[in-house]
């Protein structure tokens, strides 16, 4: 007997333990959190490359990325909505245009889509458009956070931009976020209906208690043995029913009465608004090439995404390929003079893009060449495709002339083969 309490003792110990553990893991994985960003790559890489893709994104606070309780800021850019949406998920084209962070450390003031006024309504975006962005925002409380731009769709869920991490400082005392309403009143929206909030809350809980004491003053075991007796009829006796109707009634007038008494002070009001604007897309930048992407490889132990794209100048200068860009991780072509990495790019750097030949293609010449990118951010930032179901990538391609001209053309939806080793895997 002892030996068989002193196994289950041991077992009590280690069930203890490990829950110990969890949490203590988890308490050190919230300390972390501040540090690791908003999670994006915890997303699927098919979804982050082949749905949304944000560009030209910059922070007004760059490349101090310090502001204080109350300063305002902004985020502006550009979002493609890729033309080949994958099929897997699903699209309904409405949207709302938004900025994370984790909780309400900032207030979103306004946004702007297409140079046209937002707040709080949804938009209904294309496959295949261009929108440009601007959003401002307010510091609202000390501390450092990573933010970022954010695109919500309806069905298919938030498509995080690139992100920066911004040190608020000062303290939260004193600030105000005064709104002016249609009836030509300022209110306070940092403290506005709180104590009714409060006030309801407190109300509310305390009926629930006082129902749930009831109740549960009770005696479990007899009520139980009733009901296993078949004698369910004699669990309420007459002052249960009483307290049943009190209840039901006193809960009706409650409400009713609030109802009333919120109508008397506040007689004039709208109903929540739902409607969707239609955004038309940015129209399309300058032709410069006329491209198609023929092949693509992953070289697993290389950590090298290569393909081969055909293209043909449709335009009267020299044209290069400048930049790759996919999930929020840039790749430049080092080639080009100037084309350097800037440390105020809010996007990963990716490193080289190699794309050989490496010489112009001319106006009117077609030319198949090769780019190549070597990188342990296929791997950090879990954009690796052979682990998927979907193994295809995309992505936008930058192309320039001489004048600095520019034309994006999107890879949506081309397959890659993984290389495992020095042979073809996987069986495709």
Known sequence: MNNVTSHWEKKIKKILYGLAAVIIGSSFSSVSFAVQGMGAKSQEAFLRMRTVVFYDTQFSFAPANRVKVGDEFSCTGKVML??????????????????FVPGPQ????????????FQFNSVVLEKGGTYAYKMVLQARNPGTYPMGPMLSMEEAGPFIGPEEFL????????????????????????????????????????????????WLSK??????????????????????????FLFTVGTIVLVAAAAMITKAQYPVTIPIQETKY????LPPEPTLIQAEVTDAT?????????????????????????EFLTANVRF?????PGNNWNPSFPEVNGGPMKVSPSEPINPGETKTVEVSMQSAEWENQRLTMYHETTNRFGGLLFFTDPSGTRQIYAIADQIVIPKFGGTVGGGM
Request: aromatic share 12%; hydrophobic share 40%.
């Open 82 to 99: 890729m033309p080949t949406w994958p099929q897997e998920i699903p699209f309904s084209g409405i949207s709302f245009f938004n900025f």
């Open 167 to 214: 040190t608020i400082e000062g303290t939260r005392g004193g600030f105000t976020n005064p709104v002016k309403t249609l009836l030509g009143n300022t209110v306070d929206l940092e403290n506005y209906g709180t104590a009714r909030m409060i006030t309801w809350t407190l109300l509310t809980t305390v009926v629930g208690i006082v129902w749930l004491v009831y």
């Open 332 to 336: 430049l072509n080092p080639d080009i």
């Open 278 to 281: 239609y955004i038309k897309p």
């Open 219 to 244: 005696p479990f075991t007899r009520r139980l043995g009733l009901v296993a007796a078949g004698r369910k009829d004699e669990l309420f006796n007459p002052m249960d029913r009483q307290v049943c």
């Open 106 to 117: 900032v207030l979103r003031k306004a946004i702007w889509v297409n140079e046209k006024y």
């Open 298 to 322: 992953y070289d697993v132990p290389g950590r090298t995404l290569s393909f081969h794209i055909q293209i043909k100048n449709v335009g009267d200068k020299p044209v290069v390929l400048k």
